[in-house]
């Protein structure tokens, strides 16, 4: 089966300036994939190159086997996009604006279904400008879902949401997955990306530092639990696939230690490392901010 | 991944596979429901309503009320109300705002907002876009037209066109004015850089035009040199073949050279239509891309 997404190589440069380096990757057809990386990093280049929206310097992107700067409307009819709030001066209702998505694709889902779906029943007649910034994230992404789309591009999805409706859009998201959606997510969550996708690539600088399996980024070695202790006034650590043994010869050789941690690194710690080593300190207090 | 009750609750429908092909018609669909969502905006935009819809109408009521104690402008062949020169400069007025202003500043926001954007990530064909906008261009300026002319003649008693040739003159200024007008809102409609900046950018330089132009203030109140700089333009030309059609022929003496020139008008009007379509597809983006 052709992948759903293929990027080969792509490069952007404007000017100079380099925003996504070399990037090549592959989405197959009903899966979800998360592209990580803070902000700057490339990933909404990356995603609006595959939306039609820029022109790659070099390299070839491939959707649905078109090339994006082709896509006509019956390619338009097979994608979704989530974009961030677009169209913030309308005059016009959420009812009215789905209604009129309902007319503009072939297969649309129910407008009525749809404002259930993400939550919307009890707004719908009220000016979207009118709503919460997460009320009008979910008419962005009642937009994307609109037409059954093949493939659905969610750019930081929930972004500035509360913790129980960004619970909400993955449970939306899942659902979507379920009726064989391919999902390309861009997020500077870890835990939206391991709670969403299976695979996820991570963008820094503008290149793509990994791509794999959410529970094997940054490899096993990155994943071997960490012995913290302090002795000294020096901080010492030592990485073990054997903390307890350790920490038992420790106790033996040493005695009480100060500060003693076991540490096994979450995907949240991997990625910070990665952040250190390839990106910007800005880049790194920005992500941990 | 998903849970047991979400997937008992929503029956499962693959997405792929679907028949997705655009029924027949797809564009003029699109664009009539367009249209109706046009229409919902624009009366419900309030700044909208009252300076494009509103405003020439409020003026014809101020203008023809200041200037009904005027004294008469005296011609060899008569005398002219000064008052009823208000209607056809109200008319003309009234197509420039429907059309230049409303599309002016209509497009510019929905460039810089990311309405256009939003459409063209949707199977919304751009002629749709277009339909939906001189739709809405139509029929807001055939209420406001007939507006001011049920004002004009129901509360001040001023006359219709009295010929056949007054009619005539009066389908063709309003017709190809309003599509030149349209055109030139589509092309001016470039020029701000935001969605804060569009008002202010598209205003002035209608506003201004109508200044030069005899609109707010009479051709006889205006010096020669002005008049030659505002016949550059298409609006000068859009009010002077308005005031052909709803005055006397003696009101032809408060005219440039005292004499009516429908000719130039109508080229005009056309040149600044060709002019107006050529700079709106040269620099109009349905997909923008950078």
Redesign the interface.
């Known amino acids: 089966m052709q992948p759903a997404i293929q990027v080969k190589s792509l490069t952007k440069k404007y000017g100079d300036h380099t925003v996504v380096d070399d990037v090549s990757f592959e989405i197959e057809q009903g899966e979800t994939f998360a592209l990580l990386g803070p902000n700057g990093a490339g990933k909404s280049t990356t995603v609006e190159t595959l939306e039609g929206y820029r022109k790659p310097t070099s390299g070839d992107v491939r959707v649905l086997g078109t090339d994006p700067l082709r896509g006509g409307l019956s390619w338009r009819s097979r994608i979704g996009v989530v974009a961030q709030s677009l169209g913030s001066e309308t005059m016009l209702t959420t009812r009215e604006l789905l209604s009129h998505a309902a007319r503009v694709f072939p297969t649309p889902r129910s407008v009525d279904e749809v404002l259930e779906i993400v939550g919307l029943s009890e707004h719908a007649g009220k000016l979207t400008r009118k709503l919460s910034g997460g009320q009008k994230r979910r008419v962005d992404l009642a937009l994307g879902i609109m037409g059954r789309p093949e493939v659905l591009f969610l750019d930081e999805p929930t972004t500035g949401l509360d913790p129980e409706v960004r619970r909400q859009i993955w449970d939306l998201i899942d659902d979507l997955s379920d009726q064989g959606t391919t999902v390309l997510l861009t997020t500077h969550y870890l835990d939206e990306a391991e709670q969403l996708a299976r695979r996820a690539g991570v963008i820094i600088g503008g290149k793509l530092v990994t791509v794999d399996a959410v529970d094997r980024i940054g490899g096993a070695d990155a994943r071997v639990p960490v012995v913290r202790w302090q002795e000294g006034g020096r901080v010492h650590e030592e990485r073990t696939e054997h903390p307890t043994s350790l920490v038992a010869r420790l106790a033996e050789e040493r005695g009480e230690l100060a500060r003693l941690e076991v540490i096994r690194p979450t995907l949240e710690t991997i990625y910070l490392g990665m952040l250190r080593e390839h990106g910007s300190h800005d880049m790194l207090q920005e992500a941990t901010s | 991944?998903?849970?047991a009750a979400?997937?008992a609750m929503?029956t499962?429908?693959?997405?792929?596979g679907?028949?997705?092909?655009?029924?027949p018609g797809?564009t003029l669909?699109?664009g009539i429901?367009?249209i109706r969502?046009e229409l919902?905006?624009y009366v419900?935009?309030v700044d909208n309503m009252i300076f494009t819809f509103a405003f020439p109408i409020m003026l014809l009521l101020i203008f023809a009320s200041a200037f009904g104690s005027a004294d008469p402008v005296q011609t060899p062949e008569g005398e002219i109300d000064p008052a009823a020169m208000m209607l056809p400069a109200m008319l003309a007025a009234g197509v420039l705002l429907s059309g230049t202003q409303n599309l002016g500043i209509g497009v510019a926001?929905?460039k810089w907002?990311?309405?256009l954007?939003?459409f063209?990530?949707?199977?919304?064909?751009v002629a749709s876009y277009f339909i939906g906008k001189f739709g809405q261009v139509l029929v807001t300026s055939i209420v406001q037209t007939a507006a001011l002319l049920a004002v004009g003649i129901g509360v001040f008693g001023f006359e219709l066109p009295q010929s056949g040739e007054q009619w005539g003159v009066f389908g063709w200024a309003y017709g190809l004015g309003l599509l030149c007008c349209s055109m030139l809102g589509l092309a001016l409609a470039q020029l701000p850089r935001s969605?804060n900046s569009a008002s202010a950018i598209v205003i002035p330089v209608v506003l201004l035009l109508q200044f030069i132009s005899g609109i707010y203030l009479t051709i006889t109140m205006l010096p020669e040199w002005l008049i030659q700089i505002a016949n550059v333009f298409p609006v000068a030309w859009l009010a002077h073949a308005m005031r052909f059609a709803f005055m006397p022929d003696a009101a032809r003496f408060a005219e440039l050279n005292q004499e009516w020139d429908l000719g130039t008008a109508l080229l005009m009007l056309a040149a600044w239509t060709v002019v107006g379509t050529a700079i709106a597809l040269f620099t109009f983006r349905w997909?923008?891309?950078?």
């Open positions: 991944m998903s849970t979400n997937t929503h499962v429908t693959p997405v792929t679907l028949d997705r092909t655009l029924p797809h669909r699109v429901d367009r969502l919902l905006e419900r935009r926001i929905e907002d990311g309405t954007r939003r063209s990530a949707m199977p919304i064909p969605v997909v923008k891309r950078s």
